[in-house]
C-alpha cells in the first residue's frame, strides 16, 4: 500500500491467479520479505503473472527493469525468467468500470526453471527522488541467480539490506536468510508485528487480541479461543 492524495490510498497487487487478477497466491508460490525487498518464486508454470497498479501511476522499462512511479512510492521489479510485461484490457463491463482507477499487466513464462520477481521499494526518505532511486537500483542492487535452478534466488538492495529466498518444496515455507540471518518461522506466526515492536499494528497466532496504534489513539480488541 501506498499513499494517495485523492484517495488515501494506492495499492500495487501481484499475483499468479486466474485470467486476470486473483486476491491472495497459489500453492507453489513462495514469498520472502524483509524491509523494503521481497523475493516471489515459483515452480515452472505456464500460469502468468499479473501486477495491479492505480491508473496514476508510470510504467517504465530500463536496464531490464520495471519501474513503477507512484505518489510518494517507487516501485524496482527485477523480473526472474519472465517477459516483458503487457497492459491488459478488462472484458467484463462491470469490473472495468470497478476498477476504471487501475491499471493492470501480464507477464509470462520464459524459459523452463523457476519464475518471479524481485522487488525493491522506496521512497523520499530513503533514496531522495525517483530518478535518484533509480539510478541507485541500476548502480547498486545485485539480483543474484547463479542457483536458480536449485530455486534460490539472493536479491542485495540499493541500500545494502541482502535477502535470499529458497523455494521449499517440502511445505509453503521457503527457507529465507534477513541480512545473513536465517529467519525462524516458528518463531513469525504472529499475523501482524512489526520489527519494531508492537506498533502500530499488532494481532499475535491465535491469541484472539488485536491491538491498532495511530498517533494518540489506540484500539483494542479481544475474542475468546476455542480449544
Known amino acids: 500500500m501506498a499513499y494517495n492524495q485523492e484517495r488515501g490510498v494506492d495499492y500495487f497487487?501481484?499475483?499468479?491467479g486466474?485470467?486476470?487478477?486473483?486476491p491472495g497466491k497459489n500453492p507453489g508460490d513462495q514469498i520472502g520479505q524483509y524491509r523494503n525487498l521481497v523475493i516471489w518464486l515459483r515452480p515452472a508454470s505456464e500460469q502468468p503473472f499479473f501486477f495491479q497498479l492505480p491508473k496514476s501511476a508510470k510504467v517504465e522499462r530500463e536496464d531490464s527493469?520495471?519501474?513503477?512511479?507512484?505518489e510518494k512510492t517507487w516501485l524496482a521489479i527485477h523480473p526472474i525468467n519472465l517477459a516483458s510485461s503487457v497492459e491488459v484490457r478488462i472484458e467484463n463491463q462491470k469490473?472495468?468500470?470497478h476498477y476504471?482507477?487501475?491499471q493492470t499487466w501480464k507477464a509470462t513464462r520464459i524459459g523452463k526453471g523457476y519464475t518471479g520477481f524481485a522487488l525493491e521499494?522506496?521512497?523520499?526518505e530513503s533514496h531522495g527522488?525517483?530518478?535518484?532511486?533509480?539510478?541507485?537500483?541500476?548502480?547498486?542492487?545485485?539480483?543474484?541467480?547463479t542457483n536458480l535452478a536449485t530455486g534460490t534466488v539472493h536479491l542485495k538492495g540499493a541500500n545494502g539490506n541482502r535477502l535470499q529466498l529458497t523455494h521449499n518444496p517440502q511445505n509453503?515455507?521457503?527457507?529465507l536468510i534477513r541480512n545473513g540471518v536465517k529467519h525462524n518461522w516458528l518463531q513469525q506466526f504472529d499475523l501482524y508485528r512489526s520489527s519494531n515492536g508492537k506498533k502500530p499494528i499488532s494481532l499475535g497466532w491465535k491469541t484472539g487480541s488485536l491491538r491498532v496504534e495511530a498517533g494518540e489513539s489506540v484500539f483494542e480488541a479481544n475474542v475468546g479461543i476455542g480449544n
Not at 486466474?18 to 486473483?22: A, D, E, I, L
Not at 521499494?121 to 523520499?124: A, L, P, S
Open 13 to 16: 497487487v501481484a499475483n499468479t
Open 129 to 145: 527522488s525517483y530518478s535518484e532511486f533509480k539510478q541507485a537500483v541500476k548502480t547498486k542492487s545485485q539480483l543474484d541467480l
Open 95 to 97: 469490473l472495468a468500470k
Open 100 to 102: 476504471s482507477q487501475e
Open 65 to 70: 527493469i520495471w519501474f513503477f512511479e507512484l
Open 18 to 22: 486466474g485470467g486476470w487478477v486473483k
Open 172 to 175: 509453503e515455507l521457503p527457507i
Open 121 to 124: 521499494v522506496g521512497e523520499q
